[in-house]
């Protein structure tokens, strides 16, 4: 098991720490200090894997402690514990070889999360030990981001506001990473959290297909751009209630996805989910802004972008699977869509696919 070190000057705080039951987690304590300066001096004595300690320590700065720790030889992994939401200091601590920080108080099944995280990270270091030049800035701050993905993740889905705070304070924890490497990382982030968004909810994709173009690939030389796109990607799980699937506007939703190929009526999807038709008309466009019909219709259009790249069936054959009795209404609609005919859209996929 990794050993640990808390360094904590409340003796409750040291003790609720010593309570938790680390060895669940491939963890135990190997000692507690309530300074800096008996830290180190314990470090001196044996190694330890962890240390846990508290930003505000009294017999010196907690910046400098971790100056020290980072000038040692045997480097162990840092988990900052703040009292406070200061950012500031976990934004200097990345630079300090800091692998992750909580804020008190916290959940023991949060800090259960960082400490798997810790584990897997104490693996990899440990197998790169014979290269230590390789362990320092970028590894640290890389293991930091990698950390606050995941629960990034799990507040969108949940459509918790906080996803949007967090977000932020992630960025601006990384101010202090070189430009390049701060591009890379948050540009990393936005382009998981997109692909996990669209495995779970493809067809979000096609029906904003104006603000969805195409997933983040740079910066854009805007210092907004994360911001923008962490802000958009929200706005569409709030837009369609995608955390609730409880919910009238996300079973409106689901069911025009799943019966595609039927005349989709307000009055059919209505009777299947046991709304009134004005009821649910008056919900759709209050929440997103557009008309049930609106929706279906560029629904349609994408799924028969998808029919024609398949190559498999002509073109009124699509038209009749997709609910339109009249090829000619179909070609309207869809030219109105994408810009394009039919024909031209499935040549232009014979071009792209040939090439």
């Given at each position: 098991m990794y050993k640990v070190l808390i360094l904590d000057e409340d003796r409750g705080s040291r003790y609720m720490l010593k309570r938790f039951p680390w060895g669940r987690y491939g963890f135990e304590v190997l000692d507690e200090a309530a300074g800096g300066h008996e830290a180190l001096a314990k470090l001196d004595e044996g190694r330890a894997d962890l240390v846990v300690t508290d930003v505000r320590i009294s017999d010196m700065d907690g910046m400098d402690f971790l100056e020290a720790l980072h000038e040692r030889e045997q480097?162990?992994?840092?988990?900052l514990l703040s009292s406070y939401n200061d950012f500031e200091y976990a934004q200097q601590g990345i630079g300090l070889g800091v692998f992750d920080y909580m804020t008190k108080p916290f959940s023991a099944e949060d800090f259960g999360q960082m400490l798997r995280r810790a584990n897997i990270?104490?693996?990899?270091?440990?197998?790169?030990?014979?290269?230590?030049?390789?362990?320092?800035?970028?590894?640290h701050a890389e293991y930091l981001l990698n950390a606050?993905?995941?629960?990034?993740?799990?507040?969108?889905?949940?459509?918790?506001?906080?996803?949007?705070?967090?977000?932020?304070?992630?960025?601006?924890?990384?101010?202090?990473?070189?430009?390049?490497?701060?591009?890379?990382?948050?540009?990393?982030?936005?382009?998981?959290?997109?692909?996990?968004?669209?495995?779970?909810?493809?067809?979000?994709?096609?029906?904003?297909?104006?603000?969805?173009?195409?997933?983040?690939?740079?910066?854009?030389?805007?210092k907004d751009f994360f911001t923008h796109q962490i802000r958009e990607l929200f706005s569409f799980v709030d837009k369609y209630d995608l955390a609730n699937e409880q919910s009238l506007l996300y079973s409106i939703c689901r069911?025009?996805?799943?019966?595609?190929?039927?005349?989709l009526s307000l009055n059919a999807v209505a009777a299947k989910i046991g709304i009134s038709s004005d009821y649910a008309g008056r919900l759709f466009k209050r929440r997103t802004g557009t008309n049930f019909i609106g929706f279906v219709t560029r629904t349609k259009m994408e799924y028969g972008k998808l029919l024609l790249e398949s190559g498999r069936l002509k073109n009124y054959e699509i038209s009749m699977r997709l609910g339109y009795s009249n090829p000619d209404y179909f070609r309207q609609l869809f030219k109105l869509h994408t810009g394009m005919t039919p024909t031209e859209y499935r040549n232009a996929c014979r071009r792209k696919i040939f090439r």
């Open positions: 480097r162990p992994c840092l988990i990270y104490l693996q990899k270091t440990h197998c790169s030990e014979e290269q230590p030049t390789r362990m320092g800035f970028d590894m606050k993905e995941k629960e990034l993740e799990e507040l969108l889905f949940k459509g918790s506001r906080n996803f949007l705070e967090q977000a932020g304070k992630l960025e601006h924890a990384t101010a202090g990473l070189p430009a390049e490497r701060r591009e890379t990382f948050l540009v990393g982030i936005l382009e998981r959290l997109y692909h996990a968004f669209d495995k779970k909810f493809p067809w979000v994709k096609n029906i904003e297909v104006k603000n969805l173009e195409e997933h983040p690939d740079r910066m854009d030389g805007s069911t025009v996805q799943e019966n595609i190929e039927a005349e």
